[in-house]
């Protein structure tokens, strides 16, 4: 049995709420707070399973919802009411959660990972350490010239980008070039095979499981945490 412990964090967004979840794992030596995609809240299954494979590498891990996924609603909300989200997440997380001699780092998957790289960008999340990027939309799907990178270069720490060879929102070959030009640094971990949710092809050599440990050992790397997992 993992020794994540979850709770749950009540979140203020304005006049509005949300609501985070904490895996707290002992002997935690960073937090990374992590954002849903578009259509898969922080309940969903694909974001509790790659939420409780990284805590289990002595990372504490921190999700949330945005507005319109507490609310049930499936349309996302404009991007000025994401990103007072996503700073309104990790002040929380400052708040309750973090202590000081911990590093940082935010990320997210899909929509959430682009609007955390929106904030980081403006310099609104303050001083943090690096930042997790699982499916990075690069593009809408067969929109190639509709390029989601210009302010990437204006994000002053090291980023890490975990991408499918099967990703329909930008293609390897697209996102080598941006990453190794990025200012900061960057690292790109290619996964062979996965589609935009790390998923592999049906008769393909890795199961969605041991890819996600796979990613939980290179975030973890990223991250400075020692890779030795917990005991189950």
């Known amino acids: 049995m993992s020794s994540t412990v979850t709770e ?3 979140l203020e967004v304005g006049a509005a709420t949300t609501s985070a979840i904490r895996y707290r794992v002992p002997g935690a030596r ?5 954002a849903h995609g578009a259509g898969a809240p922080q309940r969903h299954p694909w974001m509790v399973a790659m939420a ?3 805590a289990d590498h ?3 891990l921190v999700t949330f919802d945005f507005l319109y996924a507490h ?3 499936r349309v996302p909300d404009r991007s000025d009411v994401l990103e007072a989200t996503w700073r309104a997440a990790l002040a929380a997380v400052r708040a309750q959660t973090q202590t000081a001699a911990q590093p940082l780092f935010v990320g997210g998957k899909s929509m959430g990972g682009r609007i955390a790289t929106q904030v980081a960008a403006q310099g609104g999340f303050g001083q943090i350490s690096g930042v997790v990027l699982l499916g990075y939309p690069l593009h809408p799907p067969g929109k190639p010239e509709r390029l989601r990178a210009a302010h990437l270069p204006r994000v002053a720490v090291p980023m890490l980008f975990v991408h499918g060879s099967r990703d329909t929102f930008g293609t390897l070959a697209e996102l080598t070039p941006i990453v190794a030009s990025l200012p900061a640094g960057g690292t790109l971990l290619a996964i062979e095979g996965g589609d935009h ?6 008769r393909g050599p890795e199961s969605l499981p041991a890819i ?3 990613v939980a050992r290179e975030i973890v ?3 400075g945490v020692e890779e030795t997992p917990l005991a189950t």
Do not use: N, Q, Y
């Open 197 to 202: 949710s790390l998923a592999p092809a049906k």
């Open 30 to 34: 960073a937090t990374l707070v992590l």
């Open 52 to 54: 409780r494979t990284i």
């Open 8 to 10: 749950e964090i009540e």
């Open 212 to 214: 996600m440990e796979r």
């Open 71 to 73: 609310a049930g609603r």
């Open 221 to 223: 790397r990223f991250c």
């Open 58 to 60: 002595r990372l504490d």
